[in-house]
């Protein structure tokens, strides 16, 4: 029988540190590396144009990883359960690996592919590689899933963290072999495409520069550069968005362009060799970072029904207003209140939005617009380049109160939250350029004199916060009577 394994890519876009493709090179030096551009997962009205194109970079990075180590990267376009199958028959692959993903499609979606692969007699193999633990690892007392971030994360951290896997680049590279030319016009019979496509080609434009370069070479670069420098600043900088504060890796870790352990050890490096404990403080701030990422993971994988809507009964029948005329406001940073549409800018220009930003639009669209967080979210996920199901799901539900963890009603102010975290008006006046003469103290209140806003091109405030904080805060009373 063949020694050919097939390894089936999908959030896992790198040759290095991949657990699954580690122990695919330790069963055999004939390994073929296989991405399907799923239908499902590139619908052109859900999914971000900036996501796909860094896909497809990183996508384009990993064909000449597998080239040069001697093999090839398959791409196809069809139905996984249908095409991977006929594939790995006609190559006469002896077996599929993959790693396995977190979210109730890719669950639906590997379970079918499996099932038809057992038909086949093709041997199926599974592991787990973008999280430090898998989700039955991290477990309360009871044997059941944590609910709240506080317990999980010390749980989470107390366990030890398995190192960086050796790949490809430095297993025995020249051993490896892809297929013999009679081999691949047989998979080009099967389905695999001889270009890569571009985004464009599969409609998807996006012609602003992208936050992060593709590939696992520029997701350790801007690891290393975050190490260096804003890493021990990050507790304080982190909050403050016209300061570039943060590791800016989350497109890289969406779609695995570099190994979580790669990454955890990097931060443990910084640990062990830090002389101070504000420096310490700094690095274990963004651990934490990384932990809140894995939480939302496993809330995900261990309730499925968080993707459909919310965790908290409260909301499960919440009176949201959803006026679409104040939504459009929103969505196009339009609302008359500066911070507010200098971040909602940002994401529409750039496909990123700073993390403190994300909190108070959410906060914004669910307390002060009373629209439903499920719009904002499938928003997000048609813009972010990093937009991942269950961080972002996460996040909503976290600011609009209807998630796990709920500290009491948390409600963002956003003449406050400017006041706070862009006292300069820097950002603001980066992302709302027709501000940007407005006097500071006016420009982060967003009360602006009524005799400068007549020839200003900004809008006046479409809702009135005080009031629409105390609106929200009757709903959600009347609501939490039946939590």
């Known amino acids: 029988m063949s020694d050919l394994i097939l390894f089936w890519h999908r959030r896992d876009l790198r040759i290095c540190d991949n657990i699954g493709l580690a122990a695919a ?12 551009l799923d239908r ?15 896909m497809m970079g990183c996508l384009q990075k990993l064909q000449q990883s597998y080239a040069e180590s001697g093999s090839q990267l398959l791409i196809i376009q069809d139905e996984p359960s249908e095409a991977i199958p006929r594939l790995a028959t006609a190559i006469n692959a002896k077996a599929v690996f993959w790693n396995l993903d977190v979210e109730p499609y890719a669950k639906k979606r590997d379970l079918a592919v499996s099932n038809a692969l057992a038909q086949t007699g093709i041997q199926v193999k599974n592991f787990w590689d973008q999280l430090l633990h898998a989700p039955e690892e991290i477990r309360t007392g009871t044997g059941n899933p944590y609910t709240v971030y506080t317990p999980f994360w010390k749980k989470w951290n107390s366990l030890p ?79 403050f968005p016209i300061i570039n504060g943060t590791s800016q890796l989350s497109p890289a870790l969406k779609f695995g362009a570099i190994g979580i352990r790669t990454v955890w050890q990097a931060t443990q490096i910084l640990m062990d060799n830090c002389r101070n404990e504000e420096g ?6 963004w651990q934490q970072e990384l932990a809140w990422r894995e939480f939302y993971q496993h809330a995900m994988y261990n309730f499925p029904e968080l993707a459909d809507g919310p965790y908290r009964q409260a909301f499960k029948d919440f009176p949201w207003e959803n006026d679409e005329k104040l939504f459009q406001a929103w969505c196009r940073g339009k609302t008359g209140y500066p911070i507010v549409d ?16 994300r909190m108070i639009v959410a906060s914004f669209l669910t307390k002060d617009l009373i629209i439903n967080w499920q719009w904002g979210e499938k928003y997000f996920m048609q813009k972010l380049i990093d937009g991942d199901l269950s961080a972002n799901n996460g996040g909503w539900q976290w600011s609009a109160s209807s998630g796990m963890d709920p500290k009491p009603l948390r409600i963002f102010n956003p003449v406050s939250q400017a006041q706070k ?14 501000l940007r003469r407005v006097d500071t103290k006016l420009l982060l209140t967003g009360n602006i004199l009524p005799l400068e806003r007549k020839f200003l091109p900004y809008p006046d405030r479409v809702v009135d916060h005080n009031e629409q904080q105390r609106k929200f805060k009757e709903l959600y009373k009347q609501q939490k009577i039946v939590d």
């Open 161 to 239: 963290k398995t190192q960086p896997v050796e790949t490809l680049p430095i297993i025995s590279l020249e051993e490896m072999t892809g297929l013999s030319a009679a081999e691949a016009e047989i998979a080009r019979q099967a389905g695999a495409m001889e270009i890569l496509p571009s985004a464009r080609d599969l409609g998807f434009i996006w012609e602003n520069p992208l936050l992060i370069e593709p590939g696992e070479n520029a997701a350790q670069e801007k690891l290393e550069y975050f190490c260096d420098l804003a890493i021990y600043e990050y507790q304080d900088q982190r909050n």
């Open 342 to 357: 200098a971040a909602m800018r940002q994401l529409n220009q750039t496909g990123w939005m700073h993390n403190r930003c």
């Open 421 to 434: 975290f862009d006292p300069e008006g820097e950002y603001i006046r980066h992302w709302v350029p027709e």
């Open 40 to 54: 499902h997962l590139l619908n052109l009205d859900d999914v971000a144009p900036a996501r796909v194109t860094y």
């Open 25 to 36: 090179r330790q069963q055999s030096p004939k390994i073929v590396g296989l991405f399907c």
């Open 280 to 285: 310490r403080t700094n690095i274990r701030t």
